[in-house]
């Protein structure tokens, strides 16, 4: 079996969060292993977490993972980024969004 690891910046309201819900449900029907990963969302936006869950995709979440450029933050979410690959063993790394 295929195991996709995706990593979305944040799953703020729009298409990019809807995607990754569809593509990730969709790959598990057809024996594609995935793990969601998600940093937060902004103060102020709008959270899709839901729409995740809705379609049976669970989320792990790394604080960390920010939209704004914020060195000290960058670097912790590199970190548990790295930590997660190791623990999964991914076939493939999918990355969504600039900041992922």
Known sequence: MIKVLRVITR??????????AYLSAGLDTHGISTVLVSGRIDPGEGDMGYFCEKHGVPVLYVDSLVRPIRPAQDLLAFFALLKILWREKPDVLHTHLAKA
């Open 11 to 20: 799953l703020n309201v729009g298409g990019p969060a809807q995607h990754v």
